[in-house]
């Protein structure tokens, strides 16, 4: 059988991820990522073919999870999925994760073969736990919409997060999957501050658009709330900022609010360091001493979320929903329960 071919030709079919990552290993990425289509938003898209739609995943909330894209132009400066770029020889910077993106076009087609087997149980599906569903090379390719029709057609139980407003477009389906399965939709808005979204989020859509999204998806039956996710020690923990965001998300009407303090891995810790040495050089020493492991110090976390806790109880929102719970790591699920009511915020003044 003659070798597949490694990266984009027109008229071939489209290449795998691992042979990606070889091409990568071979070539070296900027050769590579040169050969991937470019379009209007300067970032570079590849379209890949994939063994499997389905996930399996372990120590999560769910068992199974669904990413139609690999790489996301939101360009968050915290993206725990920047450290996955290894798994393809590429690297967490901006120049690779945020501007070289893998489309799964053969995404559709394979979940509903999944989905058809005799051997599938209808367990819930969590939509959007590496990258965004919702980025917007969606509306080009629409593998979110098709997929989200696809577990549908089955009455499949749902969840999805995102921090896309074009999940508007997929409200019909959305709506649908939750009067048969359950679904439960999961809007990313960490603060509503305009300079921690500047500086964080850069390639996201506004806090209060996402917000007017939630409205939408409410106003059209579908269960959706929010995720303040990831609390940003330093950009949106002072007190004001929280209670800017809890009071904003109560009055969009959110079915409920959840939330965690960033955690830092790997090389997504190395890029997060690089972008406060840059920007923000006043802050590194302090997160030096905060992130000495992946996580900020338990007390400082309690106090974060105790803060939150009192805010979610003063504009009468309910916590976040445990039944389809997305969650980024395992490990950062519901992290500190036990969090106080009001605990002193241990940063200092935010610069």
């Given amino acids: 059988m003659p070798e597949q071919p490694l990266f984009f030709d027109l008229g071939t079919r489209p290449p795998t991820t691992r042979s990606i990552a070889l091409r990568v290993k071979t070539l070296g990425a900027e050769l590579a990522i040169d050969e991937a289509q470019r379009r209007a938003d300067a970032a570079h898209y590849q379209e890949i073919t994939c063994r499997s739609a389905l996930n399996a995943v372990k120590g999560m909330p769910f068992k199974w999870t669904l990413n ?81 029709e696809a577990l549908l057609a089955v009455s499949n139980p749902t969840s999805l997060v995102t921090k896309g407003p074009m999940i508007v477009r997929d409200a019909d389906v959305l709506a649908g ?37 939630v409205r939408q998806l409410r106003d059209a039956g579908v269960n959706a709330g929010v995720l303040m996710a990831p609390v940003v020690p330093g950009f949106s923990t002072e007190p004001s900022k929280l209670e800017a965001t809890i009071k904003a998300i109560a009055d969009h009407g959110a079915a409920f609010v959840g939330a965690n303090v960033m955690f830092l891995k790997g090389s997504t810790k190395d890029h997060f360091m690089g972008f406060l040495q840059r920007e923000f050089p006043h802050f590194v020493e302090r997160y030096g001493k905060l992130y000495a492991g992946a996580y900020a110090p338990a007390e400082y976390v309690t106090g974060v979320k105790g803060m939150i806790a009192t805010l979610q109880k003063r504009y009468d929102l309910r916590p976040r929903q445990t039944r389809v719970e997305e969650a980024a790591d395992a490990a950062d699920v519901d992290k500190d329960r036990g969090a106080c009511e009001q605990a002193p915020l241990d940063w200092g003044a935010e610069e």
Avoid at 193 to 208: C, F, K, S, V
């Fill in 68 to 148: 139609p894209y690999r790489g996301c132009t939101h360009a968050c400066q915290y993206c725990f999925a920047r450290r996955y770029q290894t798994q393809f020889e590429l690297g967490p910077g901006d120049d690779h994760f945020a501007s070289f993106i893998m489309v799964k076009v053969n995404l559709v087609d394979v979940l509903r073969k999944e989905l058809d087997k005799p051997s599938w149980m209808r367990e819930q599906v969590a939509v959007g736990t590496a990258t965004d569903p919702y980025q917007p090379i969606e509306g080009h390719y629409k593998l979110t919409r098709r997929s989200l």
């Fill in 177 to 213: 999957i939750g009067r048969v399965a359950g679904c439960v939709v999961y809007m990313s808005v960490p603060s509503v501050d305009e300079e921690a979204w500047r500086a964080l989020e850069p390639g996201t859509a506004h806090p209060l658009q996402r917000l007017k999204a």
